[in-house]
């Protein structure tokens, strides 16, 4: 059996521009790796109506349980400027012990890391369970056909997973220092104040919005959502536009918008927190006789992996490797854990993420070697005393 070097696969993952919604070759790659492992490889295409199609790949070895499953992504948001990096963004070239490239981060050097601890794990001898990949394309995209619709395959052909682990950067200064066991919630919800345009030089004939939505911006800025729990950092409110786009001087508009962002903890719902600023908008209406909709959506929903049997597990095999304690998060943006937490317990284990989405994208080869190494202790001890 050849074990597959995570430098060298990481490389040849990052010289596929992978840029969401382009496939561009990443998944064969891997596919081409795994196969010989004895992988069954399942190339997963979806397109959902009105969006763009996405290639996925699953691949399992083994058909008992347990079924420990790694999930990634092999999409890259876009290089930006070429020019303002120290070489080409998809070269995947390595300087004084670094590689380079757009995906070295986030996440294509986890993914190469993935499939370097499953083949440790099968040269031990027969499997007793399962390792699956789940790996799409759609993580940096709007997420409609990439893991959510994988996991909605899986269930209709009857597949289970058992535990999974997301291999985002989630660590802060080494691999291994941080596991997440849950993430925040995320939702926007956009005001408009509707009011009466007019004359500057007559302002009892208008009703200016404005003032309206800055009392109502205030209101909801200046009131915390809670003190964060034991997990969860305190939820956040924060407007990202305030417009009016009015050109004019002498005349107040007829409407103002403005737009906020909510990352929640799980003493939240979405569905309260729009209950909430309902409310708030209510009374700021009534108050001013304006009329003030509100729209909203929702990106991911607070969840949590509470510490027990899986958790610890994972703890202790990252630090047979480190000789350190990992700690427990929930900080951080959303992930596709969102919506693996649906089906099974997950947490996420990668690299150092400092560099993710920036010019010069980089990660120490180190630090790789040193992910392979995590996973591959991981799986020893999953398979050794499986979680219950």
């Known amino acids: ?61 083994g058909t008992e349980a347990p079924h420990f499953c790694f999930a990634g992504h092999t999409d890259v948001v876009p290089p930006g400027d070429a020019k303002l990096w120290r070489a080409d963004p998809f070269a995947a070239e390595i300087r004084d012990g670094v590689l380079y490239g757009r995906g070295a981060a986030d996440m294509k050097s986890g993914i190469a890391a993935f499939a370097a601890a499953a083949a440790r794990q099968l040269e031990k001898g027969e499997l007793k369970g399962s390792i699956g990949l789940l790996i799409t394309g759609d993580e940096e995209g709007v997420a409609i056909n990439g893991t959510k619709a994988v996991l909605e395959w899986l269930r209709d052909k009857g597949e289970r997973l058992d535990h999974c682990l997301v291999g985002e950067p989630t660590s802060t200064a080494r691999a291994g220092d941080t596991i997440k066991i849950g993430r925040r919630g995320s939702m926007k919800i956009a005001f408009t104040v509707r009011g009466v345009q007019g004359h500057t030089a007559y302002p009892q004939n208008a009703l200016n919005p404005i003032p309206v939505l800055a009392r109502l911006v205030t209101w909801l800025d200046a009131e915390p959502l809670d003190a964060g729990t034991d997990h969860f950092e305190p939820s956040t409110l924060v407007f990202t536009t305030f417009d009016v786009g009015n050109p004019a001087s002498n005349v107040s508009p007829a409407e103002a918008r403005a737009a906020c962002n909510i990352r929640f903890n799980d003493l939240h719902t979405a569905e309260s927190l729009l209950r909430r600023a309902e409310q708030i908008a209510g009374e700021v209406a009534h108050e001013t006789g304006s009329e003030i909709a509100i729209e909203s959506s ?12 899986y958790t610890e597990l994972l703890a202790r095999a990252i630090a047979r490797v480190t000789n350190m304690t990992p700690e427990f998060s929930t900080g951080g943006g959303t992930s596709d854990a969102r919506f693996i937490k649906d089906y099974c317990p ?13 010019v010069d994208e980089c990660v120490a080869i180190e630090e790789i070697n040193r992910l392979a190494d995590i996973y591959a202790a991981i799986l020893e001890s999953y398979f050794s005393a499986p979680p219950q």
Do not use: W
Request: proline share 9%; aromatic share 4%; hydrophobic share 45%.
């Open 1 to 61: 059996m050849s074990i597959p070097d995570p430098v060298e696969l990481a490389q040849a993952l990052i010289r596929r521009p992978s840029v969401t919604p382009d496939d561009a070759g990443a998944l064969g790659v891997l596919e081409a790796v795994l196969k010989p492992l004895g992988f069954a490889c399942h190339r997963l295409r979806f397109e959902a109506l009105g969006t763009t199609p996405i290639d996925n790949l699953y691949a399992r070895i």
């Open 298 to 309: 929702v990106s991911g929903v607070s969840f949590l992996t509470k510490p027990g049997a």
């Open 346 to 358: 997950v947490a996420e284990v990668g690299l150092p993420g400092s560099t993710m989405h920036k």
